[in-house]
């Protein structure tokens, strides 16, 4: 993919036409370059030929940011791709979307590239890369179906594949996040949610240093987790 786009993104920069947006989704080449995963180079010459596509939504709310943040969307971003963007376009690392305006997403609510991060399990360096420019964006809800739950809760759904550096990264931009449950089940804490949904020790050990005394406390919910 980082090939078939390098060529267009070259013709782009040469005929200075990277502002024109291409196919029904609105996308600019500076989506496109993100979209299908092409090299730094590459991002960095079309973004240097229209450098406000970095801050230009396509039809669904996206700034390519928002693309280079989701694993599940587009391939693995570069850290790299995501360090030059936040670097160029620092006010981006806080750009809410409105995801009930893409297909898969109907039902949730405005999420920032962190929220996406979390919510497809990026690279802790990703996530990093964000914090180290918009700390607060750590303490941003999502609405999944009719109630908002914390980023860490997002991530400990992930179960085994949750990472405890990224527990650590929202532990540390977030103390709160140690203790906050689900709106809709507030006596469900993070504890409860993480060794329940089999995530590893590391988590484990995260949640626990930050704050030990849920190991005393006990879940009240109407049903367990696993029905």
């Known amino acids: 993919p980082a090939d078939a786009v390098a060529a267009p993104a070259a013709e782009a ?11 029904p989704n609105g996308h600019l080449p500076l989506h496109l370059a993100v979209l299908c995963g092409a090299p730094l180079r590459t991002v960095q010459a079309v973004y240097e030929a229209h450098p406000a596509a970095a801050e230009t939504a396509d039809k669904f709310g996206y700034l390519p940011l928002h ?23 620092p006010t981006t690392a806080n750009a809410l979307i409105a995801l009930s305006n893409y ?10 590239p ?19 420019v918009c700390p607060t964006a750590a303490t941003q ?22 990472s405890p550096e990224a527990c650590k990264l929202l532990l540390e931009a977030d103390p709160e996040a140690s203790t906050e449950g689900a709106r809709q089940w507030p006596n ?10 089999s995530c590893g020790e590391g988590v484990v050990r995260h949640l626990l240093e930050a704050a030990p005394a849920l ?12 029905l």
Do not use: N
């Open 114 to 132: 962190l929220g996406l991060a979390v919510g497809s399990c990026a690279e802790p360096a990703i996530m990093q890369a964000i914090l180290a």
């Open 141 to 162: 809800q999502i609405k999944a179906g009719l109630h908002k739950e914390p980023l860490m809760l997002r991530l400990l759904w992930h179960g085994p594949a949750a």
């Open 67 to 89: 693309y280079a943040c989701e694993g599940e969307v587009t391939p693995r971003a570069d850290v790299a791709v995501v360090q030059f963007l936040l670097a160029q376009r």
């Open 103 to 112: 297909p898969s997403h109907r039902r949730e609510s405005p999420i920032t």
């Open 215 to 226: 190991v005393e406390e006990r879940q009240i919910h109407r049903y367990p987790f696993y």
């Open 188 to 197: 469900l804490k993070p504890l409860h949610i993480a060794v329940q949904a």
């Open 13 to 23: 920069v040469a005929g200075r036409t990277a502002a024109v947006p291409l196919g």
